[in-house]
T-cell receptor
C-alpha cells in the first residue's frame, strides 16, 4: 500500500500553546487529505477535508479558527491546533486519498500523532 | 443521516477458524467500501476495498458486497492471534470522498 507519514508522532505541550502536525504522502500525490481525531475506545471522528490549493472543509462542530489546515502541495497537509487546551488532548490521524491508478479512491492513514496538553 | 453499522463485539474465534465480520449501511447510493484493521494505539490500516457486488479475495481475506441488501462483510480464513484487532468498515457515501466509518468490531483470536 501507499505510505503516509506524520510528524511528530507524539507531542506534549503546555496549555495555550500552538502545535503543528504534518502529514505527507511519500510515494503518491494526494489532492485530498483528511484529518481525524480519535479519543480512547472511540471510533474515528472526521474533523476536516483538506484539498490542495483550496480552503479546507470542516465538519459540523469543528472550530476552523482553532484547527487550522493548510494543504500547500500535493504531498503535504498541516494541521495546527491553536491555543491548545487539555480537552484537545487526543490521537490525531491524517489520511490521504489516491486519485488515480489501480488504487483509485483508496485512503491510507498516517501513523497518527498523540497530543497531550498539560 | 448516512450511517454504517457494525456489531461492536468482541467476536471471539479459535485460531485457524474463519472470522466473519459484518457491516450494514444506510445510503443505497453508496459506491465504495473499505475494511480497515486497527490495533490498539495505532492508526487504521487498509485491508480491502470493494466497489461492485460479489466477492473479492486477497490472501486470507475475502470482502463481500451486496448492494441490494446494503451489506458488506469481511471473512478472515485461518485466523491467527495476530489478527486480533478492531476492524472498521467504511463507506464512501458521496462525491466528497469522505468516508463514513462504523464504530468497529473487536476481533479476538484465541490460541
Amino acid at each position: 500500500g501507499a505510505v503516509v507519514s506524520q510528524h511528530p508522532s507524539r507531542v506534549i505541550c503546555k496549555s495555550g500553546t500552538s502545535v503543528k502536525i504534518e502529514c505527507r504522502s511519500l510515494d503518491f500525490q494526494a489532492t485530498t487529505m483528511f484529518w481525524y481525531r480519535q479519543f480512547p475506545k472511540q471510533s474515528l471522528m472526521l474533523m476536516a477535508t483538506s484539498n490542495e490549493g483550496s480552503k479546507a472543509t470542516y465538519e459540523q462542530g469543528v472550530e476552523k479558527d482553532k484547527f487550522l489546515i493548510n494543504h500547500a502541495s500535493l504531498t503535504l497537509s498541516t494541521l495546527t491546533v491553536t491555543s491548545a487546551h487539555p480537552e484537545d488532548s487526543s490521537f490525531y490521524i491524517c489520511s490521504a486519498r489516491i486519485a488515480s491508478g489501480s488504487s483509485y479512491n483508496e485512503q491510507f492513514f498516517g501513523p497518527g500523532t498523540r497530543l497531550t496538553v498539560l | 443521516q448516512k450511517e454504517v453499522e457494525q456489531n461492536s463485539g468482541p467476536l471471539s474465534v479459535p485460531e485457524g477458524a474463519i472470522a466473519s465480520l459484518n457491516c450494514t449501511y444506510s445510503d443505497r447510493g453508496s459506491q465504495s467500501f473499505f475494511w480497515y484493521r486497527q490495533y490498539s494505539g495505532k492508526s487504521p490500516e487498509l485491508i480491502m476495498s470493494i466497489y461492485s457486488n460479489g466477492d473479492k479475495e486477497d490472501g486470507r481475506f475475502t470482502a463481500q458486497l451486496n448492494k441490494a441488501s446494503q451489506y458488506v462483510s469481511l471473512l478472515i480464513r485461518d485466523s491467527q492471534p495476530s489478527d486480533s484487532a478492531t476492524y472498521l468498515c467504511a463507506g464512501q457515501m458521496d462525491s466528497s470522498y469522505k468516508l463514513i466509518f462504523g464504530s468497529g468490531t473487536r476481533l479476538l483470536v484465541r490460541p
